[in-house]
């Protein structure tokens, strides 16, 4: 299975400037910059890459990086990072941009590819494209976008930031993030499912009871009370990374064997995914949460369960069950597939752990030694730590890909579509109920009631 990723040199990839508009923020102090580094260190960076992060405020590239986690290092973002101050809603200081970056790709020789990496909000992004677009940026080549969700609110609101995107920069050029997807494991989803044929031949509906897709986080919403309170568990997580895992587990990637048309994998599993509407829906908020965002009337949920069903013949009678929370008793992310029993005997599990402790548990019935005939479940497991020692941060993945124009493991704007589409039946039963149940910090997701 090794001929299933194409593999770019570092050497092969253009000289790169990667502007990020975002610089201050919390996900480039946390993943982005850092993540930089470690591609540098690694030896996976282009051998010219320049950093060029855009303000509106004067400052300069040394407090961004004092700004940064002590124990990271930053050598190659003193050498190579630049800032430029610019107010992003005037068109006339684009072409300013765009002037000191010619400067700064004379310096770097020929094919300079420009990545824009806009670690912003949506209402915030969706202006910067309209004018890069109006400023001539899209139409240099080598120019990519680089846009973090949510991409929309709900299918007609996404439709519409897709049209607008589209009028100026073509798909090809648009890199949609959705860092679950470059995790190892949902990686490693592919290998595990088609490398193993005990996998294989079993993966669909005639051994598979039912699948649970969990993410359970222990915390809250972390400051970010004005983001949450606009965007809430489904838009957060189900609509993005859990509706992606659960594609992952249900597409077909055999078919095809190229990466590179796991997109359209992914796509063809979403077509097939329904809301199953038999099984009540539930939104729950946690109970200190109206307080912290200062809304007592707040309706946003921190925890959504819903299950859905697909049309695929491999995959019918499946309930498929998402469930994620905010300020739970654990912090847990995998996907559980419970095989059906044979006979009298019990069901087998398989759990993939996404995390923490990344790896695969595979849960068996054995006799336990000795005269009585006692029988009892245990885990066979693979660590992904213990066994290979070393990890690799989904952003440092993000960002290579989109380095090396690799857009298999970004989302396309039909997979956008389709999962607004898949949603849509509980937004609006949600929208049209007046109130939302509370549950209490710690609780475990399978007491929640709605
Ligand atoms: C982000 C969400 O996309 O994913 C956060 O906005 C969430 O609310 C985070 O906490 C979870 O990511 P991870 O990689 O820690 O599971």
């Given at each position: 299975m090794n001929d299933i990723r194409t593999e770019t040199s570092p050497h092969a990839?253009?000289?790169?400037?990667?502007?990020?508009?975002?610089?201050?923020?919390?996900?480039?102090?946390?993943?982005?910059?850092?993540?930089?580094?470690?591609?540098?260190?690694?030896g996976a960076a282009p051998d010219k890459l320049k950093i060029v992060g855009i303000t509106r405020r004067d400052v300069s590239a040394k407090q961004v990086l004092q700004a940064l986690p002590d124990e990271l290092p930053h050598g190659f973002l003193t050498?190579?990072?630049?800032?430029?101050?610019?107010?992003?809603?005037?068109?006339?200081?684009?072409?300013?941009?765009?002037?000191?970056?010619?400067?700064?790709?004379?310096?770097?020789?020929?094919?300079?590819?420009?990545?824009?990496?806009?670690?912003?909000?949506?209402?915030?992004?969706?202006?910067?494209?309209?004018?890069?677009?109006?400023?001539?940026?899209?139409?240099?080549?080598?120019?990519k976008l680089l846009l973090e969700k949510p991409f929309g609110t709900d299918l007609e609101t996404a439709r519409e930031l897709i049209e607008q995107t589209k009028q100026h920069f073509a798909e090809e050029q648009v890199y949609r993030i959705d860092h679950y997807l470059a995790k190892d494991m949902a990686q490693n989803m592919i290998v595990f499912r088609e490398g193993n044929a005990l996998l294989a031949h079993t993966w669909n509906n005639e051994f598979i009871e039912r699948i649970d897709i969990v993410a359970s986080e222990k915390i809250g919403i972390e400051g970010r009370a004005a983001f949450y309170e606009q965007t809430g568990a489904l838009r957060d997580l189900v609509q993005s990374h859990l509706l992606q895992l659960a594609a992952l587990t249900l597409m077909h990637p055999s078919v095809t064997r190229n990466l590179r048309n796991i997109c359209q994998c992914r796509i063809d599993a979403l077509r097939q995914l329904h809301i199953d509407e038999s099984v009540p829906f539930t939104r729950a908020q946690y109970s200190s949460y109206a307080d912290e965002v200062k809304n007592p009337g707040s309706l946003t949920e921190t925890f959504a369960d819903i299950t859905l069903k697909s049309t695929d013949p491999a995959w019918q009678g499946v309930p498929i069950r998402i469930v994620t929370g905010k300020a739970l008793d654990k912090k847990a992310t995998e996907i559980k597939i419970t095989y059906k029993k044979i006979n009298e005997y019990e069901s087998n599990e398989l759990l993939i752990r996404f995390q923490p402790n990344e790896g695969i548990e595979l849960r068996l019935w054995t006799k336990v030694p000795g005269y009585e005939w006692k029988v009892e479940n245990h885990s066979l497991e693979l660590d992904f730590q213990e066994t290979f020692n070393t990890s690799?941060?989904?952003?440092?993945?993000?960002?290579?890909?989109?380095?090396?124009?690799?857009?298999?493991?970004?989302?396309?704007?039909?997979?956008?579509?389709?999962?607004?589409?898949?949603?849509?039946?509980?937004?609006?039963?949600?929208?049209?109920?007046?109130?939302?149940?509370?549950?209490?910090?710690?609780?475990n997701y399978d007491h929640i009631a709605g």
């Open positions: 990839i253009p000289p790169t400037i990667l502007v990020i508009v975002g610089i201050t923020g919390d996900l480039s102090k946390r993943k982005l910059l850092p993540a930089i580094e470690k591609l540098v260190a690694a050498q190579n990072m630049s800032m430029f101050q610019m107010d992003l809603s005037v068109s006339a200081d684009y072409k300013k941009l765009d002037a000191y970056l010619h400067e700064l790709e004379i310096g770097l020789g020929e094919g300079v590819q420009r990545l824009f990496y806009l670690s912003v909000p949506p209402q915030i992004s969706q202006p910067i494209v309209k004018l890069l677009g109006k400023n001539g940026f899209a139409d240099k080549p080598g120019t690799t941060e989904a952003y440092e993945q993000v960002l290579l890909d989109a380095l090396k124009s690799d857009q298999s493991l970004f989302t396309t704007s039909e997979e956008v579509i389709e999962s607004w589409r898949i949603l849509a039946p509980v937004q609006h039963a949600w929208s049209m109920s007046p109130t939302i149940s509370t549950y209490k910090p710690g609780s």
